[in-house]
């Protein structure tokens, strides 16, 4: 698979590049590897930029900048946390397919799950300046939109009538999974944080 090739078309022309993809008979770890590994990096670099390089203003404290070895640290928990969330997320949506009287195929549930994170992977270079950040989040909400398309296409076999409603519920799961990555990280740094008299 190429990996630039793939990442455009899914931003550019999702709904065709959907119908490509559902026809590719991918395992996955064909699907990972390397795209996954190779665009899960980019947001988890520029957080490595950001956090230890560029450095960021919090209230009340002024500039700061993690030191480079946390900000390693963070970059590595991210990615990692990342490619196991995107994981989760694929099995569940395969899990929750006979719900939504669709039919379970993890390659397709896998597809679905990693493609429609490309947006989002490719938009966290803005983290390399942490104030550019809350634009990913528009990149994501781009993302439920390829989500939505992929499960239209429909990789899943799922009837019309149900694509919205099984849409909705893969974005809640998804979330929870954000949140759950978010408060991770939170806590180990901000145990840190504390323990080192930042904040």
């Given at each position: 698979?190429?990996?630039?090739?793939?990442?455009?078309?899914?931003?550019t022309?999702?709904?065709?590049?959907?119908?490509?993809?559902?026809?590719?008979?991918?395992t996955?770890?064909?699907?990972?590897?390397?795209?996954?590994?190779?665009?899960?990096?980019?947001?988890?670099?520029?957080?490595?930029?950001?956090?230890?390089?560029?450095?960021?203003?919090?209230?009340?404290?002024?500039?700061?900048?993690?030191?480079?070895?946390?900000?390693?640290?963070?970059?590595?928990?991210?990615?990692?946390?990342?490619?196991?969330?995107?994981?989760?997320?694929?099995?569940?949506?395969?899990?929750?397919?006979?719900?939504?009287?669709?039919?379970?195929?993890?390659?397709?549930?896998?597809?679905?799950?990693?493609?429609?994170?490309?947006?989002?992977?490719?938009?966290?270079?803005?983290?390399?300046?942490?104030?550019?950040?809350?634009l990913?989040?528009?990149?994501?909400?781009?993302?439920?939109?390829?989500?939505?398309?992929?499960?239209?296409?429909?990789?899943?076999?799922?009837?019309?009538?149900?694509?919205?409603?099984?849409?909705?519920?893969?974005?809640?799961?998804i979330?929870?999974?954000?949140?759950?990555?978010?408060?991770?990280?939170?806590?180990?740094?901000?145990?840190?944080?504390?323990?080192?008299?930042?904040?």
């Open positions: 698979m190429d990996v630039k090739s793939r990442a455009q078309a899914i931003i022309k999702p709904k065709e590049e959907w119908i490509k993809i559902k026809d590719e008979s991918l996955v770890s064909q699907i990972f590897s390397p795209y996954v590994f190779i665009l899960a990096a980019i947001p988890a670099v520029a957080q490595f930029i950001g956090l230890g390089l560029v450095g960021r203003r919090i209230p009340f404290i002024g500039w700061y900048r993690y030191g480079l070895g946390n900000a390693l640290l963070y970059a590595i928990l991210l990615y990692v946390l990342s490619l196991v969330s995107v994981y989760l997320f694929g099995i569940v949506i395969n899990a929750l397919a006979p719900s939504f009287g669709s039919k379970q195929n993890l390659p397709n549930a896998m597809k679905l799950a990693v493609f429609s994170m490309t947006p989002g992977w490719i938009a966290g270079v803005l983290y390399i300046i942490p104030m550019l950040g809350i990913v989040i528009l990149a994501n909400l781009y993302g439920i939109y390829v989500l939505y398309l992929g499960f239209n296409t429909p990789l899943m076999e799922t009837p019309k009538d149900k694509v919205i409603i099984y849409l909705i519920v893969s974005i809640v799961v979330v929870v999974l954000m949140i759950v990555v978010g408060v991770i990280l939170g806590a180990i740094f901000t145990v840190g944080a504390v323990g080192r008299g930042v904040l």
